[in-house]
């Protein structure tokens, strides 16, 4: 009897241990669907299997497990899931360029691809402690000083963006590691109820277009806790005329993010068919940046009520093929340039040829400490396209500390002069309305080249309020104070 009881005891803690170990029924590991983790194999169906299988169960998590590299080409995710990269896994894109087919901007075929992909998706979370790497040197031509050549193509421009989520509802991005994309990293568009947190964003400082962060026509999107480092912009918002159904993007949030790159760290526009409006970017830091803040607006859309506050501006100068001349904070309205570029039919409505800008409006820097090689650019096409630009507790410390040329401020793509020479002020405004600098300063450092000049220069502007703006020339006595 004795022996009976042991042995129904020995069955019963066997099987309480098999279901201790049993992994739960709405966990569909891609190693279940013949995901071989060897970094070599391309595991894009096995993946697609088990999003698949996941999705048509109900829902539930779609495991990446730890330890191991599972090369993929292509795939797409699904409605109610959980795609968990598990600590010290890595998914990394097939670097074949020809497993990448589907544009990422539809019948805009010469703007790249789609790895990661997924349309009309709700109820999705991205997420684990593990990595996803889009192998972007793979699709690179040779590397120059300060950037890759790119690769030249016919149709297709073979880069795949790591990401690309359209028409999107309830979508969470958290706890990852993204890195080394080819183009585009996370590309949210007509999404919906978004909140990014706590992701490391590291693309190589050298790929051309590797956007971090691009919110196109997006809407109700929280982005917080974020380590950003990309060659192109760190955080851009946008409204794309390949997706202008999805109307205006807004209500948008950033908070408690670091950034480094070599165009602007965050931007909005230069492409914005639509609004782009109410818009709150709050404490942030910009470090080792080409340009800091920047809203470059380029086509027939808005943008209004946007709150900068709380933030560190680094930025110093880089090279012609960056967009920027090191200007920390930069607000512009002028119609795109003409161009015979890849996607020069792309840039303007349709039928039409040349484009016209919308207005900037109501935007305010509060409490923004800025060093740089260069000052704040404020300007136009005509006065009317900039009104109600606040700069309170915004100070600028210049000085010169690279050995590229200064005294240039970058305004491509636009059909003015791109690249304005003139010398470098705390403040310089071209056509604007209603601007305001109270409780602020300007001061220059010890490199002082003969470029530097005024605390304001201004041209062609209606109602500017200087209020309590501390500071002097960059030589006084030689240079005025004021250039109004």
């Known amino acids: 009897m004795r022996l009976k009881t042991t042995a129904l005891l020995f069955f019963f803690l066997f099987a309480a241990f098999q279901l201790l170990q049993a992994k739960p029924k709405d966990d569909f590991y891609i190693t279940d669907f013949g995901a071989i983790g060897n970094g070599k194999t391309d595991n894009a169906i096995a993946i697609q299997k088990a999003i698949d ?35 010290n896994a890595t998914v990394i894109a097939n670097p074949d360029e020809k497993v990448y087919t589907k544009s990422a901007f539809r019948q805009n075929k010469g703007e790249g691809t789609i790895w990661i992909g997924g349309e009309n998706l709700k109820n999705v979370t ?25 690769k030249p193509f016919n149709v297709i421009d073979p880069r795949p963006h790591l990401l690309t989520i359209v028409g999107g509802k309830n979508i969470r991005i958290r706890d990852l590691t993204i890195r080394n994309s080819a183009y585009w990293t996370v590309h949210l568009i007509g999404c919906d109820d978004v909140a990014i947190d706590n992701i490391t964003l590291l693309n190589n400082l050298k790929v051309r277009n590797s956007d971090g962060i691009d919110l196109d026509h997006s809407t109700n999107v929280r982005i917080s806790n974020c380590y950003i480092e990309s060659g192109d912009d760190c955080i851009c918002l946008k409204n794309r005329r390949e997706y202008e159904e999805f109307g205006p993007c807004q209500n948008i949030v950033v908070n408690n993010c670091t950034m480094t790159s070599r165009s602007c760290a965050i931007k909005i526009g230069s492409e914005n068919m639509d609004s782009i409006s109410h818009v709150l970017i709050n404490n942030c830091i910009i470090k080792k940046s080409n340009r800091g803040i920047g809203i470059q607006n380029r086509d027939e859309g808005t943008v209004s009520d946007v709150i900068f506050s709380n933030i560190i501006v680094d930025s110093h100068l880089f090279s012609d093929v960056w967009w920027g001349k090191a200007e920390p904070i930069y607000v512009t309205a002028y119609p795109r340039a003409k161009g015979n570029n890849k996607d020069a039919g792309w840039r303007f409505p349709r039928g039409e040829t040349e484009g016209r800008v919308g207005a900037v409006s109501n935007i305010y820097f509060s409490n923004i400490r800025c ?28 000085d010169k500390t690279t050995a590229l040329p200064g005294g240039t401020y970058d305004r491509r793509p636009a059909n003015v002069e791109g690249l304005l020479k003139g010398l470098t002020s705390g403040f310089y405004f071209d056509q604007a309305k209603h601007i305001t600098i109270r409780n602020s300063a300007v ?23 200087l209020v309590n703006l501390d500071g002097n020339s960059a030589f006084p006595g030689k240079v005025e104070r004021l250039k109004l």
């Open 53 to 87: 299988a996941c999705s048509k169960s109900g829902g539930g998590k779609v495991i990446v497990p730890a330890g191991k590299i599972f090369m993929a080409g292509p795939f797409d995710l699904k409605s109610n899931i959980e795609f968990i990269v598990e600590v």
């Open 371 to 398: 060093v740089s090689e260069n000052g704040v650019y404020v300007g136009g096409s005509t006065a009317d396209k900039v009104t109600g630009i606040v700069f309170d507790q915004v100070d600028l410390s210049i």
């Open 126 to 150: 991205i997420a684990g402690a593990g990595t996803l790497d889009g192998n972007g040197i793979s699709f690179m031509g040779a590397e120059l000083d300060d950037s890759f050549v790119l």
């Open 443 to 465: 001061n220059w450092g010890s490199h002082r080249p003969d470029y530097f000049g005024h605390v304001v220069e201004s041209h062609g502007v209606e109602d500017l309020k």
